[in-house]
Structure formats: C-alpha cells, structure tokens
T-cell receptor, first 114, second 112 residues
Framework: AQSVTQLDSHVSVSEGTPVLLRCNYS??????LFWYVQHPNKGLQLLLK????ATLVKGINGFEAEFKKSETSFHLTKPSAHMSDAAEYFC????????????WGAGTKLIIKP | SQTIHQWPATLVQPVGSPLSLECTVE??????LYWYRQAAGRGLQLLFY??????ISSEVPQNLSASRPQDRQFILSSKKLLLSDSGFYLC???????????FGQGTRLTVV
C-alpha cells in the first residue's frame, strides 16, 4: 500500500536559519511527489513537484526538495527561514496504482521564531 | 489563465439543516474536480472526485454527496448536516491525475 509519512507534526526554527521538513513515502512504483503549503485559513498552493526528472527540485519562495529513491524520502529544505514561511506544509504522493488518488501526509506546521 | 472560485468562505449551520457548497473553475475545459475535507491537525481527506459531467466517485461513506451539473461546476451537498460534518472543505481541479492540483480558498463549515 502507498503511504506518506511526515515525520514531524511541528517544526520550530529561528528566522534566518535553515528549514528541514521531512517526508518519507512508501510505493511499489515510481511516484510523483509534491509539496504544498497552506497559510492559516487559506487554500493550498503548490511549492514544487517531482515527476521523474531531476532529483533536486527547486520551487517557489526559495524552497527545494531532493528525491532520494534509496531512502524513499522527499525532504523539503530552505537555506534561510523568513517570517512569511510560517504555515502548514503537506507532502503528497501520486502513484499510478493508487486508484488515481493523491496520498496526503498529515502535515507539518512550521513555526518561525523572531 | 485558470481560476477556481469556491464559496462561501465561512458558514455556520444548525444540525439537521441542508448544505450546498459551490465551486467553479474558469479558463480550462474538462478538468478533474475534487472535494476534500481537512479536519484540524490532520491532512486532507478526499471526499469526491469527478472526471466529467455527471460522473462522481465517492471515496468514503458519509453524510455528503456531490454533483457536477456542468463541466466546470462542482457542488457539495448534504440533506441533513451532522456535528461531525464540521471542518474545512476544499475544492480543487487538475488537468490530469498526476499533475498538480489547484485549490480554492476553502470553506470553513461549523455545524452547531
């Protein structure tokens, strides 16, 4: 069965320090992977996606993620956190055999300390 | 460019009352359409998806139903709301199954 695990429900970092949001997936097939961001009481916005091209994917707002097949991971990083990055982040996997569903992680709330 | 509109933004309804949330997409044709629910502290749960007019697939048994009367219109309904229907509802569209989904701004539903 396919699944997505976001290893931290909350991550707290100081402004200007690096951000790491962890995501592991389980899939029997080559997946497509996405990271979405949701600001409070807002809809979701796509940050970046991996669809079997370059393993290092750059997204909006300075975020990037690296697909590591051997580790079944797709961690999201940013070199320097900004206050506006405070939001909830979702890792999502699409697999052909998942009855056409996107499988969503439970989310990681990113807190930025001034 | 494509846009998605979802309304209302917030809604407070009494238990047992009906529900109708509407979502429309502009700038594309024959999109895949989705209704999700997001409970506090949890990820998104897919409720319904649609690949075409009148074609609705339900992912979980529930008190809700969905309809697609037009190509770019997707409606979430209930005849009698339950307290457990409270949550944040999101409409989304995508071109195909494995491309990115674009989301509406969501509806915060509180059943009292």
């Amino acid at each position: 069965a396919q699944s997505v695990t976001q290893l931290d429900s909350h991550v707290s970092v100081s402004e200007g320090t690096p951000v790491l949001l962890r995501c592991n997936y389980s899939s029997s097939y080559s997946p497509s992977l996405f990271w979405y961001v949701q600001h409070p009481n807002k809809g979701l916005q796509l940050l970046l996606k991996y669809t079997s091209a370059a393993t290092l994917v750059k997204g909006i707002n300075g975020f990037e993620a690296e697909f590591k097949k051997s580790e079944t991971s797709f961690h999201l990083t940013k070199p320097s956190a900004h206050m506006s990055d405070a939001a909830e982040y979702f890792c999502v996997v699409y697999v052909r055999d998942s009855n056409y569903q996107l499988i969503w992680g439970a989310g990681t709330k990113l807190i930025i300390k001034p | 460019s494509q846009t998605i509109h979802q309304w209302p933004a917030t809604l407070v309804q009494p238990v047992g009352s009906p529900l109708s949330l509407e979502c429309t997409v502009e700038g594309t044709s024959n999109p895949n359409l989705y209704w999700y629910r997001q409970a506090a502290g949890r990820g998104l749960q897919l409720l319904f998806y649609s690949v075409g007019i009148g074609q609705i697939s339900s992912e979980v048994p529930q008190n809700l139903s969905a309809s697609r009367p037009q190509d770019r219109q997707f409606i979430l309904s209930s005849k009698k709301l339950l307290l457990s229907d409270s949550g944040f509802y999101l409409c989304a569209w995508s071109e195909t199954w494995n491309t990115e989904a674009f989301f509406g701004q969501g509806t915060r539903l509180t059943v009292v």
